[in-house]
């Protein structure tokens, strides 16, 4: 599966703040993984959400 990221990293990786980041996972646009402490985003999810020009 690869690595993991939290949504503070995701946060810090695209410059925008976490709450930016549940909301593109509520709407759909950035698939996530509902873990006991919060999200984690694989890798892949993140190259989805880069090719489909979704960022920002």
Do not use: F, H, Q
């Amino acid at each position: 599966m690869g690595k993991l990221y939290t949504c503070d990293e995701v946060a810090e990786r695209y410059g925008v703040k976490v709450i930016t980041v549940w909301d593109w996972i509520r709407k759909g646009r950035l698939e996530a993984i509902k873990m006991p402490k919060g999200y984690r985003v694989s890798e892949e999810a993140l190259r989805e959400y880069e090719n489909g020009g979704e960022n920002g």
